[in-house]
Every structure is written in structure tokens, then in C-alpha cells.
């Protein structure tokens, strides 16, 4: 018996499939994502910072990485955007082209996901891993020489996580993200007491 077909891959046909004489608006789409638009939004912010881009864009691109994730400890439902961003128009065909063309990778994600581990998007459970998104966002945007991989990974990972309802894969980019501060943590240290050692 075949999978039912993934929350993610509806998603993005449903992007494409909207009706308007100019297309739809972000906001539209938004509210068609509903809960899930954080996690949209997390995958596209790790996606953006995976891309080769010159040393110190993880500043920039890290801003909308602390914007979402403010967001999450404070329990909002769902992604909150600013009025004239809302209201930008997206073309249909647009949308629809992205889609057809992320089907191909969606498709995979969906045979290896399933909702599980539902507690994780609930409450505080929710709240703690918006704090450890914010403590992720803030290691992203630290200017230290190839730190921000493993952080832009475990968003990738999360917004999957996120995007599926997946418990397990959540766990998962949770337990990246993690390992990503912590080694920040450590050049921090090492930094510092290098330093110390040669000013001595």
C-alpha cells in the first residue's frame, strides 16, 4: 500500500495551485501553511545559509533565523510577517514551477518521515525548542570561520521536522543544533586562552 502522500509535498502543490488574477499574496499562502510556515520558514532559512556565499553573510542571513525563533518562545501559532510583506503578490506560475521542481527531492523526505512523537509540538515542549532555535540563530550569526553549516543543517533538518509533524527528525536537528553550540562553545574557549597564552 502505497504512502499517503506527504504534508510537505501537499504544501507545495497547494502554492501553485491558488486562484487569483494576480496570483496570491504571502500572506495567503502563510495562512494556507498555518502551524507549519515555521517550519517552511527554517528550511528555507538552512537552505540559504548551506549555499557557498562570501564569509560573514551568516550575519545577514542569520537575522531571520532569531526573527523565527523569537517567534517560537513566545507560543505563537503560527509565522508572523509585517503588513507590506503580507501583501506582496507571488505568481502562480511561479509557485507552481518551484514546486514541480522541489517535487523530486520532496518525494524522498516523505518515504523516510511519518508523524510521530506528537508531544514535541505542543505547549512547552514547543517553547523549549524555539529557545534552543534562538540559542542556534544567535550561533549562526557569530562571525567564526565555517561555524555556520552545522547550524544552517540542523534548520534544514528542524523545518522538515516541523514541516511533517515528525517528532523523530525534530529530535533530530534538535540534537544538531546542539552540538553546534557546543563546539562553538569550545573555539570560543580554545580562542580565548590561546590568546591568553601568546599575550602572557
Keep these: 500500500m502505497a504512502k499517503k502522500r506527504s504534508d510537505a509535498i501537499r504544501g507545495l502543490a497547494g502554492l501553485g495551485a491558488r486562484n487569483g488574477p494576480d496570483g496570491s499574496t504571502l500572506g495567503d499562502v502563510?495562512?494556507?501553511?498555518?502551524?507549519?510556515?515555521?517550519?517552511?520558514?527554517?528550511?528555507?532559512?538552512?537552505?540559504?545559509?548551506?549555499?557557498?556565499?562570501?564569509?560573514?553573510?551568516?550575519l545577514i542571513?542569520?537575522?531571520?533565523?532569531?526573527?523565527i525563533s523569537v517567534q517560537m518562545?513566545?507560543?505563537?501559532?503560527?509565522?508572523w510577517l509585517p503588513?507590506?510583506?503580507?501583501?506582496?503578490?507571488?505568481?502562480?506560475?511561479?509557485?507552481?514551477?518551484?514546486?514541480?521542481?522541489?517535487?523530486?527531492?520532496?518525494?524522498?523526505?516523505a518515504r523516510l518521515t511519518k508523524a510521530r512523537l506528537s508531544f514535541l509540538f505542543e505547549g512547552r515542549a514547543e517553547r523549549l525548542l524555539g529557545g534552543l532555535l534562538l540559542a542556534s540563530a544567535i550561533n549562526l550569526c557569530l562571525?567564526?570561520?565555517?561555524s555556520a553549516w552545522l547550524p544552517a543543517i540542523?534548520?534544514?533538518?528542524?523545518?522538515i521536522g516541523l514541516i511533517e509533524h515528525d517528532g523523530a527528525i525534530v529530535a533530530l536537528g534538535a540534537t544538531l543544533a546542539t552540538?553546534?553550540?557546543?563546539?562553538?562553545?569550545?573555539?570560543?574557549?580554545?580562542f580565548y586562552f590561546g590568546v591568553g597564552y601568546f599575550a602572557a
Design 83 to 109: 503588513r507590506f510583506l503580507l501583501n506582496r503578490h507571488l505568481k502562480r506560475e511561479k509557485w507552481r514551477n518551484a514546486a514541480l521542481k522541489a517535487l523530486p527531492v520532496a518525494r524522498p523526505v
Design 179 to 190: 552540538i553546534s553550540i557546543l563546539i562553538s562553545i569550545a573555539i570560543i574557549i580554545a
Design 143 to 146: 562571525p567564526i570561520p565555517l
Design 30 to 58: 502563510l495562512d494556507g501553511l498555518g502551524d507549519r510556515s515555521f517550519g517552511w520558514a527554517l528550511l528555507l532559512v538552512g537552505l540559504l545559509n548551506m549555499l557557498p556565499l562570501p564569509y560573514g553573510s551568516n
Design 154 to 159: 540542523s534548520f534544514a533538518v528542524l523545518g
Design 73 to 79: 518562545v513566545m507560543g505563537r501559532p503560527d509565522l
Design 61 to 67: 542571513f542569520g537575522v531571520p533565523a532569531l526573527f
